[in-house]
């Protein structure tokens, strides 16, 4: 018998590793199906989410126990193997539990068979501790220390190496990418928005048993439960939205603009969540949002999260848009989500560096459309949540290169958290800030 947490916890990251599933949306469902429950079902969740958040480097260990490539072991025997590591290396499970619940997973997905490489390979694993084995399958960090961060906090080396440039590009002397490495292996707390002129954050906060956040005047730290329960979730007056993306939202909404101020732009509005902050603001400013999603059903859920706001909805491209004169207009790229890794575990073994140049490439396509719809004198507000330089300040200097609308860069600074870079754009960070690593660069039409 597999007891249910742990059942749950291996159909998410079979689902996950087979079919390319999305553990924050399978795993809820699983739980659902095999009723499981309050402490066990926040076991299966820590379980499934370190699990897939340590892949790459329970794989090399489970390699030197195993004696063979991971990539030779049948899959279902893999994965029960990676959740049997975690649980020994990184829980507070004995190891007798460990094993024996392990080996009983095995048989049941992979037959009898296997329990015997599966005993011998868990028992090699539970014989020495984390840092032992980091000791061995790390590269040595004196010789490569990005390479033995990659393993010890495992990263994939070429977004240690990002990380690594972005953080050098944006303070003198560099920065030791370790500590954000940490946070990303720390589950991200549930921030919410309290929505202008509907609910205050204080008010939010009384009643959701949080606190309000350390920058945005909106935010609310939850400390834990279901958000969507919350009568204000569910009656509009807040949502779900990291500090980070409204901060940036607030900056661009928030920032010195001489002349009209009643039409504003979000281009990639899906799924809605800066779009219904602006959109809150826009009612208490007597101005307008228009908000341009791609997806249709994406469009719907901006739909969702605007009902009762002065915001129009629009399936369209961005690219494509033929509407001029705003006042303000927000390009939320599709980007690699690499700031964004603590609350998606699986992501950051998915993402390749050849995912970049098609972002990329839509990146700057959406910006030079954002320069031809906002009017002289307007702002836009360019974000990504992703610190690679590429998707930053590469991307920000391409499309003004390619442009023939010419525009200048905004310090924006002064209306974000400190510690922020050098100006004038904006990186927030996860290490710094407990935020998403979120990106701001603010430019102002001349001509």
Known sequence: MVDPARQAAYETVAAVHRDDAYANLALPRILRELRVHGRDAAFATELTYGTLRMSGTLDAIVAVAAGREVSRIDPPIRDALRLGAYQLLHMRVSPHAAVFSTVDLVRSVAGPSATGFANAVLRRI??????????????????????????????????????????GAEALGGEDPQDLLAADNTPAPVHLCARPGRISAAELADQAGGEPGRYSPYAVYLPGGAPGDLPAIADGRAHVQDEGSQLVALALATAELAGPD???????????????????????????????????????????AVRGLPVTVEVGDGREIEATGFDRVLVDAPCSGLGALRRRPESRWRRQPSDLPPLTRLQRELLVAAFGAVRPGGLVGYVTCSPHRVETEVSVGEARRRSTIAVEPVDVRPLMPPDVGTGPAAQLWPHRHGTDAMYLALLRRTD
């Open 126 to 167: 539970g014989d020495r501790p984390w840092d032992d084995w980091i000791a061995e399958v790390a590269p040595d960090p004196e010789a490569d220390r990005l390479g033995y961060l990659a393993v010890a906090y495992a990263h994939p080396p070429w977004i240690v190496r990002a990380f690594a440039e972005a953080l």
């Open 262 to 304: 009643q039409r504003w732009l979000d281009l990639c509005a899906g799924p809605g969540g800066k779009a219904a902050l602006l959109g809150a603001l826009a009612a208490q400013r007597g101005a307008r949002l228009h908000a341009v999603e791609v997806a249709p059903h994406r469009a719907a859920l901006v739909e969702e």
